[in-house]
Each structure stands twice: as C-alpha cells, then as structure tokens.
C-alpha cells in the first residue's frame, strides 16, 4: 500500500541556517504529494503541494520538488527562523486500489523542527 | 480561506461514557470529510472518511462501533467514542475538502483537533 517515510527529528537548527528534511514515498500510479506543517497549539496547515513529476512547491521560502525516479518530495528552506519551529509532516495522496470517490491523504510521521536565536 | 472547527477542543471524561466530537466546515461544503488520530509524538493515523449521506467506510482496525461517525450535512461530521476507556486517550482531528476544488490533488483543510481525555 501507500506508505511515507520521512526523517526523525528533532531537528534542531540556528537561525539562518540551512534546512533540509527528506521525505520519501511508496505508491501505485501517481499520487499528488504534500507538505502540511503544525505550529504549536494549531491544526495542520498546507505548506506546499506538488501533483506530477517534476513539479516544485514551493511557499514562505520553503520547497520541495516532486522526484519520480527517487520516490522523494525533500523539503528545504534556505534560511530558517525562530517562527519556522513546527512539525512538519509529509503526506501524499494517491489513487486508491478500489477506485472512485475521493483518496486518502496519508502522512509520514512527521518531523519537528526547533529553530534557536 | 476555506475553515474547518472542530468542538470541543478539550474533553475529559470518566470511563464507560460516551463523548461526542463535532467538525464543521464553516464557509464550505464538505462532501467527504476525514477522521485522524495522533498519538503524542506521533504521525497521524487516518481511523475513517465520512460521506455525506451515506455509511463511513473504516480503515482496517478501526473498531466501526466503537468510534461512531456521522456525516448528517454537507457541513458536519460526527465522531462519538462510545464506552470510553483510557486507552482512547488521545487527539482527534477532522479534516474536508470542499466539495468544488481540487479532486484528489487538493489540499485537504483541518480542524484544531480535540483531545479526548478519558479518566
């Protein structure tokens, strides 16, 4: 079935510094995939998405390219700030071995990030 | 933006009682919305998806009389957990797709979860 693998956290990082979380898939066909992120005491929000290969999200610096022939959807930013500290999760949606009707969005375990002055 | 409310946002309970949880689409209509549980620390884990009008369908393990789901309206979906135990401590969260947007590449919108506390 449709999994996501994506790196442990924490992650944890100076301000400014470089930010990359990897983020792997399994699916039949081709799914569309997503980057949602949670900040403290908030629900998920959608970060960024992408729907085919080669596709790049992208949204508040972040982004993520869809890779085909990886399997991947890493996310990065080029410099972090103390308001990026959240959980990231990677998710994807693909089509369903049953057919019809809307598909599942399936996550990854999601990865925190903390991000110090 | 499209909004999605769930209610309550925190929930404690004695064992053996039901508690009810509702999730709002609040400027959109939702046929399908989604069940999620998350365990501390942990990813989220889909329990079910709700259709309007008709019966959830429940992944596997998910016990379907126990986490009663009700989608009565194109805005609302119930999740009743039923007999409450402490084992079903933890934080549930909904999520819909407005019904005009997106297919199966759109984003879905969440609820700020409840978290269920069962004494």
């Known amino acids: 079935g449709n999994s996501v693998t994506q790196m442990e956290g924490p992650v944890t990082l100076s301000e400014e510094a470089f930010l990359t979380i990897n983020c792997t898939y399994t699916?039949?066909?081709?799914?569309?995939l997503f980057w949602y992120v949670q900040y403290p005491g908030e629900g998920l929000q959608l970060l960024l998405k992408a729907t085919k290969a080669d596709d790049k999200g992208s949204n508040k610096g972040f982004e993520a390219t869809y890779r085909k022939e990886t399997t991947s959807f890493h996310l990065e930013k080029g410099s972090v700030q103390v308001s990026d500290s959240a959980v990231y999760f990677c998710a994807l949606r693909g089509p369903s071995a049953m057919g019809g009707g809307y598909n599942k969005l399936i996550f990854g375990a999601g990865t925190r990030l903390a991000v110090h002055p | 933006g499209a909004v999605v409310s769930q209610h309550p946002s925190r929930v404690i309970c004695k064992s053996g009682t039901s508690v009810k949880i509702e999730c709002r689409s609040l400027d959109f209509q939702a046929t399908t919305m989604f069940w999620y549980r998350q365990f501390p620390k942990k990813s989220l884990m889909l329990m079910a998806t709700s259709n309007e009008g008709s019966k959830a369908t429940y992944e596997q393990g998910v016990e379907k009389d126990k986490f009663l789901i009700n989608h009565a309206s194109l805005t609302l979906s119930t999740l009743t957990v039923t007999s409450a135990h402490p084992e079903d401590s933890s934080f549930y969260i909904c999520s819909a797709q407005p019904r005009d947007r997106g297919g199966n590449t759109g984003e879905l919108f969440f609820g700020e979860g409840s978290r269920l506390t069962v004494l």
């Open positions: 699916a039949t066909g081709y799914p569309s």
